[in-house]
């Protein structure tokens, strides 16, 4: 049931999707810093926030919200606030390239041989010729770097290219971490899509979306994708899992599992694994440890080297 609170908004949404007038003026309004973020600091508490999912989870509140951006404006401030999250959320240019050249090196052509910036342009020069999926990466990596600096045409060009060169095709709304390793081409990324650092995407795989809502997968840190296997929808992939070849998955997989099939059913699972649970017992303290180093207003790092004092 909704609260009074809650119905008020309701109302209020309703009526300014009513308004056209109003309409535009709040969008224009919230398309500047200021508006920003006094949207944010309208809902930055917890029960602000159920308050505003309680009021739009109501067919009331879905109706209008649906009136206040079926417009030109409302559209168009909708795909501008998506690409700047999406901006937002793109990795540093020189940190993800050595990242990339670094994974390429290690599982690809063996170990990295740079530790230097010279030797990692040399390396990158090498990478670059003898692998034309890491060149597609590369040229995606400049491709992002330079849409952040409003640079034309030239981003459109760079993703021809490594269509052409690798039959690797990354949509704009990726986000692909430091350390992705591709050991071939043929591979599609589209949609509003989040990729892992460590993740190893073998060649013939899609990962999108799966119908008109611009969401697609979030995969989760050192996943295994299989050659051939399709990841379609807002689902996600936990940490170090295993998608078959092949497999075709449409909903969420589970960290330390082992997926396949049409659609993908689990395989096996990892988490029983002495080895799994002695990991997660590890990380648990640790959390621990952090927090009532937290709570003590002391850092770990602080009291280690206190320790480490005579």
């Known amino acids: 049931m909704a609260s009074k609170a809650s119905r008020e908004r309701i109302q209020e949404l309703r009526s300014a999707a009513r308004d056209p007038a109003l309409q535009t003026v709040l969008l224009r309004a919230f398309d500047t810093p200021e508006g920003q973020d006094a949207l944010r600091e309208a809902f930055d508490t917890d029960e602000r926030r159920k308050e505003l999912l309680a009021a739009l989870d109501t067919p009331e509140g879905r109706d209008a919200l649906r009136r206040a951006f079926d417009s030109p404006e409302g559209r168009k401030a909708i795909a501008a606030s998506i690409a700047r999250e999406i901006e937002a959320r793109q990795p540093g240019f020189r940190d993800a390239v050595w990242m990339d050249a670094k994974i390429f090196s290690s599982l690809g052509m063996g170990p990295p041989r740079f530790d230097t910036r010279a030797g990692f342009l040399v390396e990158l020069v090498r990478l670059s010729w003898k692998s034309d999926a890491f060149l597609a990466l590369f040229l995606y990596r400049v491709r992002k770097l330079l849409a952040a600096h409003r640079v034309p045409l030239i981003p ?155």
Not at 254 to 271: C, H, K
């Open 156 to 310: 459109r060009f760079l993703h021809r290219a490594s269509m052409a060169l690798a039959q690797v095709s990354i949509g704009d709304g990726a986000v692909l971490e430091p350390g992705v390793y591709l050991p071939h081409g043929q591979v599609v990324i589209d949609g509003v899509v989040e990729v892992g650092s460590g993740t190893v995407i073998a060649p013939w795989v899609t990962i999108g979306r799966a119908s008109e809502a611009l969401e697609g997968p979030k995969i989760g840190k050192d996943v295994l994708i299989g050659t051939g296997a399709k990841l379609l929808g807002p689902l996600q992939v936990g940490l170090k899992a295993v998608v078959g070849a092949n497999a075709v998955v449409v909903k969420d997989v589970a960290p330390y599992t082992t997926v396949g099939g049409v659609p993908a059913r689990l395989i096996t699972d990892r988490r029983d694994d002495p080895e799994f649970r002695r990991l997660r017992d590890a990380v648990k303290e640790k959390l621990r440890q952090d927090t009532a180093h937290a709570a003590n207003g002391a850092s770990p790092a602080t009291d280690a080297k206190r320790e480490g004092e005579p």
